[in-house]
Nanobody, 124 residues
Framework: QVLLVESGGGLVQAGGSLRLSCAAS????????MGWFRQAPGEEREFVAS????????YYTDSVEGRFTISRDNAKNTVYLQMLSLRPEDTAVYYC?????????????????WGQGTQVTVSS
């Protein structure tokens, strides 16, 4: 079982940037495909990005492609989400998640382990 703790959220103006971090512990980090999701008030949890176990491949939802970058450092047991050109519609609680499934996974139900979330607020 892996434990996940996010950090790095905050309040930023539109056009600004933030970098989220998610530190893992309790199991071998490189066993897991990692993902970032977000959930705005009153809305369903939305896939943002995922990264393979080695970090060699990444996948993004269309709305963040070209603005967000997911990366991981297996030596530090950490996954990151660099967010540039933030927009008010990016406002949400951001969660990192870990999955043992194979392939690109966008469904939140296939991620077994979740962090507690970190709030990102983008003001206009």
């Amino acid at each position: 079982q892996v434990l996940l703790v996010e950090s790095g959220g905050g309040l930023v103006q539109a056009g600004g940037s933030l970098r989220l971090s998610c530190a893992a512990s309790g199991d071998t980090f490189s066993k897991y495909r990692m993902g970032w999701f977000r959930q705005a008030p009153g809305e369903e949890r939305e896939f943002v990005a995922s990264i393979s176990r080695s970090g060699a491949s990444a996948y993004y939802t269309d709305s963040v492609e070209g603005r967000f970058t997911i990366s991981r450092d297996n030596a530090k047991n950490t996954v990151y989400l660099q967010m540039l050109s933030l927009r008010p519609e990016d406002t949400a609680v951001y969660y990192c998640a870990a999955s043992t499934s194979i392939g690109v996974i966008t469904e939140h139900t296939r991620y077994a382990y979740w962090g507690q979330g970190t709030q990102v607020t983008v003001s206009s």
